[in-house]
Nanobody
Protein backbone atom coordinates (compact mmCIF):
# COMPACT_ATOMS: atom_id res chain seq x y z
CA UNK A 1 0.00 0.00 0.00
CA UNK A 2 1.38 3.38 -0.98
CA UNK A 3 -0.12 6.58 0.34
CA UNK A 4 0.38 10.05 -1.06
CA UNK A 5 -0.84 13.05 0.93
CA UNK A 6 -1.39 16.46 -0.60
CA UNK A 7 -3.11 19.77 0.01
CA UNK A 8 -1.02 21.29 2.75
CA UNK A 9 -0.09 24.93 2.82
CA UNK A 10 -0.32 28.22 4.66
CA UNK A 11 -3.65 29.47 6.01
CA UNK A 12 -4.68 32.19 8.42
CA UNK A 13 -6.38 31.60 11.75
CA UNK A 14 -10.05 30.84 11.19
CA UNK A 15 -9.47 29.69 7.65
CA UNK A 16 -9.96 26.33 5.97
CA UNK A 17 -7.82 23.79 4.20
CA UNK A 18 -8.54 20.41 2.65
CA UNK A 19 -6.04 17.58 2.64
CA UNK A 20 -6.28 14.56 0.40
CA UNK A 21 -4.60 11.17 0.52
CA UNK A 22 -4.46 8.92 -2.51
CA UNK A 23 -3.90 5.20 -1.97
CA UNK A 24 -2.26 2.88 -4.45
CA UNK A 25 -3.92 -0.41 -3.60
CA UNK A 26 -6.36 -2.68 -5.41
CA UNK A 27 -8.74 -3.18 -2.49
CA UNK A 28 -8.94 0.21 -0.82
CA UNK A 29 -12.21 -0.69 0.85
CA UNK A 30 -10.37 -3.29 2.92
CA UNK A 31 -8.50 -0.57 4.79
CA UNK A 32 -9.60 1.79 7.50
CA UNK A 33 -7.84 5.11 7.11
CA UNK A 34 -6.55 7.71 9.53
CA UNK A 35 -4.90 11.09 9.75
CA UNK A 36 -2.21 11.95 12.28
CA UNK A 37 -0.17 15.08 12.77
CA UNK A 38 3.15 15.93 14.32
CA UNK A 39 4.30 19.34 15.42
CA UNK A 40 7.98 20.11 16.06
CA UNK A 41 9.14 18.63 19.34
CA UNK A 42 5.87 16.80 19.92
CA UNK A 43 4.66 13.25 19.55
CA UNK A 44 2.58 12.15 16.60
CA UNK A 45 -1.06 12.87 17.44
CA UNK A 46 -4.27 11.19 16.27
CA UNK A 47 -6.46 13.55 14.27
CA UNK A 48 -9.21 11.51 12.63
CA UNK A 49 -10.05 8.09 11.27
CA UNK A 50 -12.73 6.59 9.09
CA UNK A 51 -14.01 3.06 8.78
CA UNK A 52 -13.64 0.96 5.65
CA UNK A 53 -17.08 1.80 4.29
CA UNK A 54 -17.02 5.37 5.55
CA UNK A 55 -19.94 4.73 7.86
CA UNK A 56 -18.08 5.67 11.02
CA UNK A 57 -15.68 8.50 11.74
CA UNK A 58 -13.59 9.25 14.80
CA UNK A 59 -11.86 12.45 15.87
CA UNK A 60 -9.27 13.63 18.32
CA UNK A 61 -10.62 15.92 21.02
CA UNK A 62 -8.68 18.92 19.73
CA UNK A 63 -10.33 18.81 16.29
CA UNK A 64 -13.88 17.68 17.03
CA UNK A 65 -16.44 19.96 15.47
CA UNK A 66 -13.86 21.60 13.19
CA UNK A 67 -12.43 18.80 11.06
CA UNK A 68 -14.28 16.27 8.91
CA UNK A 69 -12.84 13.08 7.46
CA UNK A 70 -14.36 11.45 4.39
CA UNK A 71 -13.43 8.85 1.81
CA UNK A 72 -14.25 7.90 -1.76
CA UNK A 73 -13.73 4.20 -2.26
CA UNK A 74 -14.25 4.52 -6.01
CA UNK A 75 -11.32 6.95 -6.24
CA UNK A 76 -9.14 5.42 -3.49
CA UNK A 77 -8.96 8.69 -1.63
CA UNK A 78 -9.49 9.94 1.89
CA UNK A 79 -9.88 13.64 2.63
CA UNK A 80 -9.60 15.81 5.71
CA UNK A 81 -11.57 19.04 5.64
CA UNK A 82 -10.18 21.44 8.22
CA UNK A 83 -12.25 24.48 9.23
CA UNK A 84 -11.90 27.17 11.88
CA UNK A 85 -8.22 26.51 11.99
CA UNK A 86 -6.03 27.52 14.89
CA UNK A 87 -2.32 28.16 15.20
CA UNK A 88 -2.04 24.96 17.24
CA UNK A 89 -3.13 23.01 14.14
CA UNK A 90 0.27 23.76 12.63
CA UNK A 91 2.01 20.43 11.99
CA UNK A 92 3.00 17.91 9.39
CA UNK A 93 -0.08 15.84 8.59
CA UNK A 94 0.18 12.17 7.68
CA UNK A 95 -2.36 9.74 6.30
CA UNK A 96 -2.06 6.19 7.50
CA UNK A 97 -3.59 2.77 7.06
CA UNK A 98 -3.50 -0.35 9.22
CA UNK A 99 -3.10 -3.79 7.69
CA UNK A 100 -6.03 -5.02 5.61
CA UNK A 101 -9.13 -5.53 7.78
CA UNK A 102 -7.21 -4.08 10.71
CA UNK A 103 -8.96 -1.97 13.35
CA UNK A 104 -8.83 1.76 13.82
CA UNK A 105 -6.29 2.70 16.47
CA UNK A 106 -5.72 6.00 18.22
CA UNK A 107 -2.01 5.34 18.45
CA UNK A 108 0.43 5.50 15.52
CA UNK A 109 1.79 2.07 16.35
CA UNK A 110 -1.41 0.54 15.07
CA UNK A 111 -0.70 1.57 11.49
CA UNK A 112 1.43 -0.24 8.94
CA UNK A 113 1.40 2.22 6.05
CA UNK A 114 2.16 5.94 6.05
CA UNK A 115 2.12 8.74 3.55
CA UNK A 116 5.03 11.12 3.26
CA UNK A 117 3.39 13.95 5.19
CA UNK A 118 2.21 17.37 4.12
CA UNK A 119 2.98 20.60 5.99
CA UNK A 120 0.12 22.70 7.32
CA UNK A 121 0.93 26.10 8.77
CA UNK A 122 -1.67 28.32 10.42
CA UNK A 123 -0.64 31.92 10.93
CA UNK A 124 -2.20 34.38 13.35
Amino acid sequence: VQLQASGGGLVQTGGSLRLSCAASVRTFINYAMAWFRQAPGKEREFVAAISRTGGSAYYGDSVKGRFTVSRDNAKNTVDLQMNSMKTEDTAVYYCAAPKAWGPIDYLPGGYDYWGQGTQVTVSS
